[in-house]
């Protein structure tokens, strides 16, 4: 249940990586809202503050689901998360999971996605002791795909007919990898 698990809180320069709380519910609607967000991750936008405090308490409850803050106010302003066996449809495996992620538009271009997840990919490898990261985007998302390629994720394969039952859709998903030994000779260069 929400709020029963010790979890740590992660840092970087200029964020705080910390679990979701009930008082987040109003910062998550001021950014979930926005139509430029949630679809094109395959999530509608959030309509009230009671639907994103649903959401945290039924949908950012994973053990590595993070609300990302700066640390200069600890205002929640996107996610984070490695999403672990039983909670991905991309593995099967428990050394393995799923990067997702998404900001708030007003903080687009400053760099703070590839700097979490930087810090959240340590944290698996080093910390959980995963093997293999997987991370993908739905066509289009220009965005999470260069992410992606910027934080050295690798091709894997695309997939034509991807269900997306929360936009009651079908799209053209496309699906990278990043093993710990790519990880680990990306830090030593």
């Known amino acids: 249940m929400y709020g029963d698990k010790k ?5 970087t320069k200029r964020l705080a990586l910390r679990p979701w709380t009930e008082t987040d519910a109003e910062s998550l ?27 945290i308490r039924n949908v ?20 984070i998360e490695l999403k672990l066996n039983g909670h991905t449809d991309m593995t099967e495996r428990d050394d393995e999971c799923e990067l997702g992620y998404w900001i708030g ?5 400053r760099g703070y996605i590839p700097e979490a997840a930087t810090e959240l990919i340590r944290h698996g490898f080093e910390d959980l002791g995963m093997t293999t990261i997987w991370c ?4 289009g998302n220009s965005k999470s795909k260069r992410v992606q390629e910027k934080l050295g994720f690798t091709y894997h394969h695309t997939c034509d007919e991807v269900a997306v039952p929360l936009m ?18 990306k830090q030593n260069n």
């Open 136 to 139: 993908g985007y739905y066509d």
């Open 7 to 11: 979890r740590v809180m992660l840092q």
């Open 105 to 109: 538009k007003p903080f687009w271009g």
């Open 60 to 79: 950012l409850t994973g053990a590595e689901c993070y609300a990302i803050c700066e640390k200069d106010n600890g205002r929640a302003i996107g996610a």
């Open 168 to 185: 009651n859709e079908t799209r053209i998903g496309h699906t990278n990898i990043m093993t710990k030994e790519q990880w680990s000779k």
């Open 29 to 55: 609607y001021a950014y979930a809202k926005d139509p430029d967000i949630g679809p094109i991750a395959g999530w509608p936008a959030h309509t009230s503050v009671g639907e994103s405090l649903d959401a």
